[in-house]
C-alpha cells in the first residue's frame, strides 16, 4: 500500500519523524514540460540560535563524532544535525577532525522551530 502524496505548501511532518532536519520544511511541487507533477522539498533555511540556552561547550578530542556527541547531549544520535546547525557548518565532518576545537551545544527549541523552516 503506497501512501498519498502528500498537498503542495504542506509540512513535510507525516514524511519524516518529528526529530527529523526536514520535518518542518515545505513541500512544493513543480509541473514539468510533459505535464507531470514533481514534488519535493524547500530549501530548509538554519533558524537563529540566538537566545537559546547553551547547554555545555564541548571541546573536541580525537575519535568524537557528531551522532555519539548527539547521543551524549541530546540522548539521540539522530539529532547530530542540531550540533552542526548550532555550529553552522558547512561540512559537519570538520567540526570533529581536529581536536581542540569547541562547539556550542545547544537546548532544542521544543516549539518546532530548531529544525528550520522553510
Not at 503506497?2 to 527529523?20: E, I, K, M, V, W
Request: without cysteine.
Amino acid at each position: 500500500m503506497t501512501q498519498p502524496l502528500p498537498t503542495a505548501g504542506a509540512a513535510a511532518a507525516d514524511r519524516f519523524p518529528p526529530h527529523s532536519r526536514y520535518a518542518n520544511t515545505e513541500i512544493a511541487f513543480s509541473t514539468d514540460q510533459d505535464g507531470v507533477e514533481r514534488r519535493y522539498l524547500r530549501r530548509r533555511f538554519i533558524a537563529s540560535t540566538e537566545g537559546m540556552t547553551t547547554v555545555a561547550a564541548h571541546l573536541v578530542v580525537a575519535g568524537d563524532r557528531l551522532d555519539l556527541l548527539a547521543h551524549r547531549y541530546y540522548g539521540d544520535p539522530l539529532l547530530s544535525w542540531r550540533i552542526a546547525d548550532t555550529n553552522r557548518a558547512i561540512d559537519p565532518v570538520e567540526l570533529v577532525a581536529e581536536p581542540g576545537r569547541v562547539l556550542s551545544i545547544k537546548a532544542p527549541d521544543v516549539s518546532g522551530g530548531f529544525g528550520g523552516a522553510g
